[in-house]
């Protein structure tokens, strides 16, 4: 059973940083897109940062110059790295991966979200 294993999280006071890691485990499949979304209280999920297999990451604007991703394939796993937070990225933080099914198509898979907390 795929799962997506979710890591880091937590309150810090504006200006601080986070870290959020995020591993897939049970699944020896090929997978392509891996990152991070937020979903803040009454409003939509939106993606934060995303990387592509052997791709270029991509950014939501409001947080490029403050956040980085980066990918280890060996382990499966994605890292948010996340600086200089103001109270605007408070949200809950969901891994995402597109993973290659048995069936021959792409699978979205999601972890079950952990929460980021930004005081001013």
């Known amino acids: 059973q795929v799962q997506l294993v979710e890591s880091g999280g937590g309150l810090v006071q504006a200006g601080g940083s986070l870290r959020l890691s995020c591993v897939v485990s049970g699944s020896t499949l090929p997978i392509d897109s891996m990152g991070w979304y937020r979903q803040a209280p009454g409003k939509q999920r939106e993606l934060v940062a995303r990387?592509?297999?052997?791709?270029?990451?991509i950014f939501a604007d409001s947080v490029k110059d403050r956040f980085t991703i980066s990918r280890d394939y060996a382990k499966n796993m994605v890292t948010l790295q996340m600086n200089s937070l103001k109270p605007e990225d408070t949200a809950v933080y969901h891994c995402?991966?597109?993973?290659?099914?048995?069936?021959?198509?792409?699978?979205?898979?999601w972890g079950q979200g952990t929460q980021v907390t930004v005081s001013s």
């Open positions: 995402h991966a597109e993973i290659y099914s048995e069936s021959g198509n792409w699978r979205d898979y």
């Open positions: 990387i592509p297999r052997g791709g270029t990451a």
